[in-house]
């Protein structure tokens, strides 16, 4: 079944500061781990409609040894003060399944476009959990990898459509507690954060730009 995930994201200045402060909140360190993101597209039918399709591959941070995967489809974010996708996963139950499913992809005419690696560390404060992505490296198709930064996000993910309202109170509500505010949003995904320190427009659609 199909559900939505509400996020708000902002930069990180101070790594340790922040971790810090979730501790001294009394958050819950739930996991930390290692995402491979990997984005496709066929004719850039999903960039013109701002959706993306994503295999995600989840490693222990220390022997890389594989953990899970998953296979995602979002719609086309919305919202003004966070960001709204619906969401459609499945797990990838073994390695050799994330492979198969590249090349099930490839062979349909898709093509990997950019590619992300992350250390994620999931807090849970509240009724809110976060992402704290850490050392992100980023790369395109034909282009260098660049490290974009780090990034917290406070995300809700639920089966329920709530009011904007409800979702805007809550998210920036644990936000101010780790001191951020709403002028601190980030709506840019981490693929158009890494396209922007390349001084190309912020979107999966300047790939259309470029013979690839």
Known sequence: M???????KVFVENEEALTRKFRELGATLLKRILQRDSYYDLKYRLANKDELLRIRIVEAIDTHEFQGGEFSWKSGREGKTYEVREDISIPLLTEQATHSLNEILIRLGYRKLAWLIKHRDRWRLGNVEFEFDKNIEAQAINRPKK????????????????????????????LNLLGFNSSHLRWESYVELYLIQLNELNSFRLLKKREI
């Open 2 to 8: 199909p559900f939505y995930e509400y996020e708000a």
């Open 147 to 174: 490290e974009i930064g780090s990034y917290l996000q406070a995300t809700i993910e639920t089966e329920q459509i709530h009011t904007p309202e409800q979702i805007e109170q809550i998210l920036w509500d644990s």
